[in-house]
């Protein structure tokens, strides 16, 4: 999309799988000035781009209603709208089961009044009692959209599942009014129970898919609707989309937080599970950032707003699975030339059977012969016309592209929904079909392994000193300084018990370090070349410890008083505490683990050894970073991932062939990665591996099914072994089935925790 561009968003609640999709981009793509189409089964949605002097938001409806399917609403916004969207579904399941009560009422009485005529007495008037009561269902509120949308796909040159359900139902009904003039088999019966069939399986579809994309819809609806704000000294609640960044709320205990910010004043617990899956509350207190839609579970707090409307976080997370719902997979390029040329091919094959019973019988007849033995709905002693018209009938109705089309969205709808509740944002498809493969991840160290902050590890005094002291002076005199190794001696001293005293003369030499006095005392903490040129005494008793700390990749200063060393402090980036079983965990799936950073070797190294990494790419700078990762894809071919959090990952995360995001990083390493962790926990990546192979499983799952009993049934049907009425129920079936297995995936997560590969 082009800065110049403008986005219309259509809404089309009948688009219910891939191949329907499919159907209003090729319309769509025939519009002068349409750039860029993406749709998304799950929202029913289509995003489409057109240039400046492009078709306004009316063309693009006309046209996508001129391919036989409703537009419910056209908006130039791209934030999503939940309670619009969620009045719209609902309205599209109303008209559904409005449309199925309609149809089923009366097919159901005349299956009733057709079994004793069959069987037992014949009825009078029976063929002017059904044709009565199957007209409404056929031609009227039932049946009527169906056969608007199909004059409408055959107009505009495509042809969508309605064309043969029309084809399927229209002609049996004309036919069977040839009985009032010449005795026949009433097809009347037929052409009612297709059509019934038809809307309760479009009507079950639209229950099952609303459960599969229950996850965005849940996520729309969660944040909060008002929020009580400070404006003129004064506590007001206001709308939510009203907010502005600045904007001070007060957020009481049991609200939610109404948008992304940071606390001023205050201290509680927040329960963040809506974001990261974590059920246990989190600490937050003045400085810490905040969650729209999490909930203060006990303090008062006040939170500046920091984002607003679209650029919150649950916005952020809407759009990833959005994004992701709507994207392709590589696989379904099977799926999707398949379903394109579906429908013409199924009516070719139903008029190839049609010509084939009525020219050539004898033949075919044997099959019915064989069938009749174990297939109660066949008759071989019906007329040729009757099993001429059957076996055509029964090729319409019982082929399904919607099964094909629905196969990868409803497994993408289940597996991203999943990784949403999971803090495991996938953004496209093609990053689930690439993840399986993957034999290498890599991993930065510092903020990915470790935790990205310094850390006091160690305080070793020397002879006749105590740890205390040690400590006292250490703290007291860097307490002055603002570095980072700075910050952490002083709290890891508080930790241990000991406060900074005051401190006069500070004085700091750069990098080096720094001196001051302590209670008369005159304080130098640097390093071992500094104080030796200050001529400080006792260094070389320190010297086995500091080598040792230094081999464990330590960053170690000494401190000295009135010129005697009195020992030294070690400082470490610290490990995350699940870092060790995430990497056990990519180990039990086959994955080699490398680790790059721009730290020496030897802190490098010791981190690595720490927790169990397999190879290491030290000094790496973060330009080089991505030349790393492309000798890797040398090595081992396109099969290398990349987990980062920083602005210097950016690029090296485009450059692996799927990029994972730690989420506590930075926005544009979130925005160049293919997966994000909200959580920030490195286990998360061995999660969404397996969350990807099972979705992935799923899909070839569905694909298999699809294609196999489209294969296996229109042969079937054509041979004359299917009844129309049969096969109308096992096209419903085919399309939930589907549906069924996808959300099985989802079943399976609600119970227990994967321990190895899934699918």
């Keep these: 999309m082009t800065a110049a561009s403008r986005k219309i968003t259509l809404t089309v609640p009948g688009m219910g799988s891939d191949h329907c999709a499919g159907i209003v981009r090729q319309t769509l793509q025939r519009q002068d000035g ?17 240039a400046p002097d492009g078709p306004d938001g009316d063309i693009l409806k006309k046209a996508v209603e001129g391919a036989g399917y409703d537009v419910a609403a056209v ?14 579904e609902q309205e599209y399941l109303s008209q559904a089961r409005k449309r199925l009560w309609i149809a089923g009422v009366p097919t159901t009485l005349i299956m009733i009044l057709m079994m004793p005529h069959m069987f037992w007495q014949p009825i009078p008037g029976y063929l002017a009692i059904v044709a009565l009561l199957a007209f409404p269902v056929v031609f009227l509120h039932g049946g009527a959209a169906t056969h608007r949308s199909s004059w409408r796909s055959l107009k505009n040159g495509t042809f969508n599942m309605d064309v043969l359900i029309s084809m399927g139902s229209l002609p049996p009904y004309l036919i069977g009014l040839i009985g009032f003039v010449y005795p026949m088999t009433s097809f ?10 038809h809307l309760l399986g479009r009507y079950l579809e639209a229950l099952a898919k609303g459960r599969a994309s229950q996850a965005i819809r849940r996520l729309l609806t969660l944040g909060a609707k008002t929020a009580r704000v400070e404006r003129n000294g004064e506590e007001v609640e206001v709308p939510v989309k009203e907010l502005e960044p600045g904007d001070i709320m007060i957020v009481r205990p049991g609200d939610k937080i109404p948008t992304d910010g940071e606390v ?4 509680s617990h927040l329960d963040e599970s809506i974001a990261t899956g974590e059920s246990i509350p989190v600490y937050k207190g003045p400085g810490d950032s905040v969650i729209g839609a999490t909930i203060n579970k006990e ?28 994207s392709r997979v590589p696989i379904q390029e099977f799926a999707d030339r398949m379903t394109g040329r579906f429908v013409p091919a199924v009516l070719l094959i139903s008029l190839a059977s049609l010509v084939a019973w009525l020219l050539l019988p004898d033949v075919l007849r044997p099959i019915l012969d064989w069938g009749a033995n174990f297939l109660p709905w066949v008759n071989p002693e019906a007329s040729t016309p009757v099993l001429a018209l059957i076996a055509a009938i029964a090729v319409l109705v019982i082929a399904c592209p919607c099964a094909l089309g629905l196969a990868t969205p409803t497994a993408l709808m289940v597996g991203s929904g999943i990784g949403a509740e999971r803090g495991i944002l996938i953004r496209s498809g093609e990053a689930i079909q690439t993840f399986k493969d993957v034999k290498v991840m890599v991993l930065d160290k510092t903020g990915t392994i470790t935790r990205g902050e310094p850390k006091l590890t160690d305080a070793l005094p020397a002879v006749g000193v105590d740890e205390k002291r040690l400590l006292t002076l250490a703290a007291s005199v860097e307490n002055a300084s603002e570095h980072p190794i700075a910050r952490a001696i002083v709290d890891g001293a508080r930790e241990r018990g000991t406060s900074p005293g005051e401190v006069s003369e500070f004085r700091s030499t750069g990098a080096r370090g720094v001196s001051g006095k302590v209670d008369g005392e005159t304080v130098l903490i640097g390093n071992r070349r500094l104080l030796e040129e200050e001529g400080v005494t006792g260094l070389d008793a320190l010297d086995d410890d500091m080598q040792a700390l230094e081999g464990k990749g330590r960053t170690v200063v000494i401190v000295a008083a009135n010129g005697q060393a009195c020992g030294i402090v070690a400082v470490a980036d610290t490990l995350k505490t699940e870092s060790m079983e995430a990497i056990r965990g990519m180990h039990a799936l086959g994955l080699h683990v490398v680790m790059i950073t721009g730290d020496n070797e030897r802190a490098a190294r010791a981190v690595a050894d720490e927790v169990g990494i397999d190879e290491v790419q030290a000094g790496v700078l973060p330009e080089g970073k991505v030349d790393a990762i492309r000798k890797l894809q040398e090595r081992y071919g396109n099969h290398v991932a990349m987990v980062g959090d920083g602005i210097n990952d950016a690029a090296a995360l485009k450059q692996a062939n799927v ?20 959580r920030g926990e490195l286990t998360g990546v061995v999660e969404a591996m397996h969350l990807s192979r099972a ?6 799952q569905n694909l298999i099914w699809a294609s196999g009993y489209n294969v296996a049934a229109i042969p079937m049907a054509a041979a004359g072994l299917l009844h129309p009425m049969i096969g ?16 099985l995936l989802k079943r399976r997560y609600a119970r227990t925790q994967p321990e190895g590969d899934v699918s």
Excluded: P
């Design 728 to 743: 109308v129920i096992a096209m419903t079936a085919s399309s939930l089935s589907v549906i069924g297995n996808s959300l």
């Design 188 to 197: 009347i019966e037929m052409a009612a129970t297709i059509m019934t069939f």
């Design 299 to 326: 303090g008062r707090l006040r939170v500046k707003a920091t984002r607003v409307g679209g650029d919150t976080f649950l916005s952020q997370v809407v759009r990833l699975i959005d994004q992701a719902q709507g």
């Design 695 to 700: 979705t992935f499983g799923k899909i070839v």
């Design 264 to 267: 001023v004043d205050g201290e």
């Design 659 to 678: 990029g994972i995001a730690i989420g506590a990083g930075a926005d544009v390493a979130i925005e160049a990665a293919d997966v994000t962790l909200v």
């Design 34 to 50: 349409v750039d860029e189409i993406q749709t998304n089964i799950a929202s029913h949605r289509v995003s489409v781009s057109v």
């Design 75 to 88: 908006s130039m916004q791209a934030e999503e709208d939940g309670e619009a969207d969620a009045a719209i």
